[in-house]
Nanobody
Framework: QVQLVESGGGLVQAGDSLRLSCTTS????????IGWFRQAPGKERELVVA????????YYADGVKGRFTISRDFVKNTLYLQMNSLKPEDTAVYYC???????????????????WGQGTQVTVSS
């Protein structure tokens, strides 16, 4: 069973930075495609960033390019989402998700992912 554990959310001011972490097992971390989604109140869950476990290719949604960076720690089996220059519109619950290798790349939406973490709240005040 694939388990994903997120951490690092919190309350920050606009312009601040925050780093989210997603920890999973070694096999999942090395081979699965892992993505970060977010869901704001009243809105659909959207894909923010993703990384292919097999190729290392990365995907960034247009709204976060240049501000968010995804990175991997293969010793800790942890995926990091570094979020800089945060805006109030970045406020959402952020979820880590994974799908088995061989899935479509780049991924499009939540229906393509099979495993989900519990989510972590990010609130950006103006």
């Amino acid at each position: 069973q694939v388990q994903l554990v997120e951490s690092g959310g919190g309350l920050v001011q606009a312009g601040d930075s925050l780093r989210l972490s997603c920890t999973t097992s070694g096999r999942t971390f090395s081979w699965y495609t892992i993505g970060w989604f977010r869901q704001a109140p009243g809105k659909e869950r959207e894909l923010v960033v993703a990384v292919s476990g097999s190729s290392g290719s990365t995907y960034y949604a247009d709204g976060v390019k240049g501000r968010f960076t995804i990175s991997r720690d293969f010793v800790k089996n942890t995926l990091y989402l570094q979020m800089n220059s945060l805006k109030p519109e970045d406020t959402a619950v952020y979820y880590c998700a994974a799908v088995q290798p061989g899935s479509k790349w780049p991924p499009v939406g939540q229906d393509e992912f099979d495993y989900w973490g519990q989510g972590t709240q990010v609130t950006v005040s103006s």
